[in-house]
């Protein structure tokens, strides 16, 4: 049974950088395409970023495009989430998730990680 755990995030200003990790066990994380999303407040959660199997294929949200970055390590079943330029409204818990077969952030994802907090102060 895969299990993923995030980590990495935490209190940053606007403009700064964060990078979270997703570290898979039970499993490796190389039979899957990982995703990022994240859920503030009182809102819905959204797709932030995937990237394939193979690590050949990314997706990105118009939202984070050219701030973030998603990368695999898969020497170390790790999927990490480079953030720069950080804005308030990043600010939300997030989490990332298993699936197996393509790179989407409107399909199902089949496992979860617990999420972790990002804030970004103004």
């Known amino acids: 049974q895969l299990q993923l755990v995030e980590s990495g995030g935490g209190l940053v200003q606007s403009g700064g950088s964060l990078r979270l990790s997703c570290v898979g066990s039970?499993?490796?994380?190389?039979?899957?395409?990982i995703g990022w999303f994240r859920q503030a407040p009182g809102k819905e959660r959204e797709g932030v970023s995937c990237?394939?199997?193979?690590?050949?294929?990314?997706n990105y949200a118009d939202s984070v495009k050219g701030r973030f970055t998603i990368s695999r390590d898969s020497t170390k079943n790790t999927v990490y989430l480079q953030m720069n330029s950080l804005k308030p409204e990043d600010t939300a818990v997030y989490y990332c998730?298993?699936?197996?077969?393509?790179?989407?952030?409107?399909?199902?994802?089949?496992?979860w990680g617990q999420g972790t907090q990002v804030t970004v102060s103004s």
């Open positions: 998730a298993a699936r197996r077969g393509l790179c989407e952030l409107l399909y199902e994802y089949d496992y």
């Open positions: 990237v394939s199997a193979s690590g050949g294929s990314t």
């Open positions: 039970g499993a490796s994380l190389g039979f899957y395409a």
